[in-house]
């Protein structure tokens, strides 16, 4: 094994054999802060995979989030529901995990997964008893606490050698990790924690001091019983931690067994929700019944092919979100992002008209990155572009070939460098009689001609965002 040495195995395990995971998580981590700016980033960055978008919603619809049971179809209202802590710990968590399982299952990878979910689940469920913030944080740090060996199983081929790296004894175990990898899985693991940045919960559990936090218990509980757990739930090892576990819960032995089987019962479903369907009949049921579990694969959106369900599904949900009062800001991302997935719009954007320019606040879409700083047009009275006679009808405008011909803004002006000279559907705002800002949409790329049934779903999502915007504005106490 030419790999050697603790810096070149976060570098191989990191760089070479879960790049794309990295990358991301570094974006991830780029999003600081709380302004509305950064949740509509965090659900750009969730957006341009499809993958993860679907696994996303389909976790923020699970009991633990949703208590309400009130279907939720954008990444915009996930992120409003969970906050933006508990969606990039979501957002790592995915990512790892179809990274770690993207070149096909292991034995020894389920294993340590399906350990990684039980003890997650353990661990959430009893910081919640203290903290319910927190438990999110928890749950990452005990779910990601073997990430080095699994990591190392995902990419290395099982021989008979590798095989005394999970040898019953312990000392066999550290004398192979010792020869073969030149450092430890753990060492691995707080590696990586720290290159990605995946909270000091994990590193601090990795080697807990002599006066370790409440979450640090939780995730070293939580580890301990996933453990003893394979050795059967009747066994003394079990019986050691729940008893470890009731102290610290404060709770009596009888109380503890039954709230660590309901956890163990829950884990299986938590994984099918990370998408870890494989993982789930590897988590122990202490009822020894066959756990029944929905394996209907999520569909996940193409976001270049309209939708009408999921369409009606976003209209319903912009309405509720009108109702519930949610902020202005969280309903131009709900608007825009149903353009996106469920339309079928390529390139989206809300841009504000203030003093005779059009500047966009929010977009989605590939090539978007940089149009908060682009996507900022002259029109004022002495302008005539596509965005000035679209401004001056007001309503909906399907700029077509004929209309871009018409007003030529050509290769050289601000508006072909940016979007480029391709046929698009604007939408002016109206608000309190004054028009305030416009959607504008395209299918540049990949999406194809415009066609009249992306026309009327465009008008029809713009049209109900300005009457909710209306009903937002009316409510605002006057003077």
């Known amino acids: 094994m ?13 760089r070479q054999s879960m790049p794309v995971a990295g990358h991301v998580i570094a974006e991830l981590n780029a999003l600081t802060g709380s302004d509305d700016t950064t949740l ?15 696994h996303v919603l389909r976790i923020a619809n699970s009991v633990h989030y949703n208590q309400t049971n009130t279907p939720v179809n954008t990444v915009s209202r996930a992120i409003a529901l969970i906050g933006l802590k508990g969606m990039r710990a979501i957002s790592i968590s995915v990512l790892l995990i179809d990274s770690l399982l993207a070149k096909g299952p292991k034995e020894r990878l389920l294993q340590l997964m399906a350990q990684g979910f039980h003890a997650a689940t353990q661990a959430r469920n009893l910081m919640k008893r203290f903290d319910e913030v927190a438990a999110e944080e928890v749950f990452v740090a005990a779910l990601l606490y073997n990430l080095g060996e699994m990591a190392f199983w995902s990419s290395e081929k099982p021989t008979p050698e590798k095989a005394r790296l999970f040898d019953a004894d312990a000392r066999v175990r550290i004398d192979s990790m010792d020869t073969l990898l030149g450092t430890s899985f753990k060492a691995i693991t707080c590696g990586l924690a720290k290159q990605w940045r995946l909270g000091e919960t994990l590193e601090q559990a990795l080697y807990p001091g002599e006066a370790p936090s409440m979450k640090v ?3 070293v509980m939580g580890e301990r019983l996933s453990r003893a757990a394979l050795l059967g739930w009747d066994s003394e090892e079990v019986a050691a931690v729940v008893r470890d576990m009731a102290k610290l819960a404060v709770v009596d032995v009888e109380t503890c067994i039954g709230l660590v089987k309901d956890s163990a019962e829950q884990a299986a479903e938590v994984a099918l929700r990370y998408g870890a369907v494989s993982v ?8 020894q019944q066959a756990i029944l579990l929905d394996k209907r694969k999520a569909a996940i959106g193409r976001v270049l092919h309209s939708d009408a369900q999921l369409q009606l599904s976003i209209l319903r949900e912009l309405t509720s979100a009108t109702n519930d009062r949610t902020d202005v800001n969280t309903i131009f991302q709900m608007v825009i992002e149903g353009m996106h997935r469920g339309i079928g719009m390529e390139r989206v954007v809300i841009a504000f008209i203030q003093h005779h320019r ?7 879409g590939q090539g978007t990155d940089n149009w908060r700083d682009t996507f900022d047009f002259d029109v004022s009275p002495f302008c005539d572009n596509i965005f000035t006679q ?24 601000d508006i072909a460098r940016c979007i480029g000279e391709v046929e698009s559907l604007i939408f002016v705002l109206e608000v309190n009689g004054r028009k305030a800002a416009l959607f504008y949409a395209d299918r540049a790329d990949f999406g194809g001609k415009i066609t009249q049934d992306h026309v009327d779903s465009f008008a ?3 049209s109900q965002a300005q ?11 006057s003077g």
Not at 41 to 53: A, H, S, Y
Not at 359 to 364: D, E, G, I, N, T
């Open 390 to 413: 679209a401004i001056k009808v007001g309503g909906c405008t399907w700029v077509t070939e004929n209309l871009i011909l018409k007003y030529n803004y050509g290769v050289d002006s």
């Open 467 to 477: 009457f909710n915007l209306s009903l937002v504005s009316s409510r605002k106490p």
């Open 40 to 54: 509509h980033q965090l659900g750009e960055v969730i957006l341009r995979d499809p993958n993860l978008t679907s």
């Open 2 to 14: 030419s790999v050697r040495g603790l810096q070149a195995w976060i570098l191989k395990l990191s």
């Open 358 to 364: 059009v500047k966009a606040k929010y977009s989605l």
């Open 280 to 287: 789930c009949p590897l988590i122990p049921s202490p009822s």
């Open 217 to 219: 218990q939780t995730v």
């Open 460 to 462: 029809h999502f713009a």
